[in-house]
């Protein structure tokens, strides 16, 4: 039912900073908790952060959240990961998804995904 595409990530030194984008198809957007995941070699799938359908509520993984901001702009059909202070941990393909009902930390409980986009923090 949506599509996502996400956009901007690329290679960065540790200690900098990216902001990912996530763009939606469709014009239901709003219906839709979003989330961020991200996949390291040999790891498995894991959250990252996640927020609300009105962008009320965000949810983040310990490790970044002192460091990542997840927003959203359902005028936009759009949800952002900013990310600051990366850490060549960071490193990994980054998905966002999107659930219409209930979800959680699990991958399995969301719906949609889109193709990912590659984060290489080099130190």
């Known amino acids: 039912q949506v599509q996502l595409v996400e956009s901007g990530g690329g290679l960065v030194q540790a200690g900098g900073s990216l902001r990912l984008s996530c763009a939606a198809s469709g014009r239901t957007f709003s219906r839709y908790a979003m989330g961020w995941f991200r996949q390291a070699p040999g790891k498995e799938r894991e959250f990252v952060a996640s927020i609300s359908k009105s962008g009320g509520s965000t949810y983040y993984l310990d490790s970044v959240k002192a460091r990542f901001i997840i927003s959203r702009d359902n005028a936009k059909n759009t949800v952002y990961l900013q990310m600051n202070s990366l850490k060549p941990e960071d490193t990994a393909v980054y998905y966002c998804?999107?659930?219409?009902?209930?979800?959680?930390?699990?991958?399995?409980?969301?719906?949609?995904w889109g193709q990912g986009t590659q984060v290489t923090v080099s130190s």
């Open positions: 998804a999107a659930a219409p009902g209930s979800a959680s930390s699990n991958w399995r409980t969301w719906d949609y």
